[in-house]
């Protein structure tokens, strides 16, 4: 498998601390390789692609588009998956990449929403 030169990925932390630094590189196919050699799969790929993205919401037509995938259900099957765990955020809000107003998913170093409620509603009851 021929691979293209390595892609430095950088971003903050999830403590604020300092940058956190993965080297990826891609093969001639567009498939994303981790360091260890092993061929990420979608919902990996996804998920990373959100990870260095904090806070910066995605429309699964263009999850697909910038991760090459053959269609967009595939980046909608993940994001159906993952939305609500591990800080992923599924709702209706503008994309970052083509400006429509649509579904989106995003990460966030945030606690959700939601469990902030449900936390609050918690705290209040006697």
Same mark, same amino acid.
């Given at each position: 498998?021929? =691979?293209k030169?390595?892609?430095? =990925? !950088? ?9 956190? &630094?993965t +080297?990826?590189?891609? !093969? ?13 799969? *979608? ?5 990373? $692609? ?5 806070? =910066?919401?995605?429309?699964?037509d ?8 053959? /269609?967009r259900?595939? /980046?909608?099957?993940v994001s =159906?998956?993952?939305a609500?765990?591990?800080? $992923?955020?599924r709702r209706?809000?503008?994309c /970052? ?7 989106? +998913?995003r990460?966030?170093?945030q606690r959700? &929403?939601a469990?902030?409620g /449900? *936390?609050?509603?918690?705290q209040t009851?006697?």
């Amino acid at each position: 498998m021929s =691979v293209k030169p390595p892609q430095i =990925v !950088s971003r903050q932390n999830q403590a604020g601390g300092p940058l956190v &630094f993965t +080297i990826f590189v891609e !093969s001639c196919q567009g498939q994303r390789v981790h360091p260890n050699g092993l061929v990420m799969t *979608i919902p990996e790929r996804i998920k990373s $692609f959100l990870r260095e993205r904090i806070d =910066v919401p995605h429309c699964d037509d263009c999850i697909a588009k910038k991760l090459r995938l053959r /269609s967009r259900q595939q /980046s909608q099957h993940v994001s =159906v998956e993952i939305a609500g765990s591990e800080n $992923f955020l599924r709702r209706r809000g503008r994309c /970052s990449e083509c400006g429509n107003e649509r579904l989106v +998913i995003r990460f966030s170093v945030q606690r959700p &929403f939601a469990e902030l409620g /449900s *936390i609050a509603r918690r705290q209040t009851q006697c």
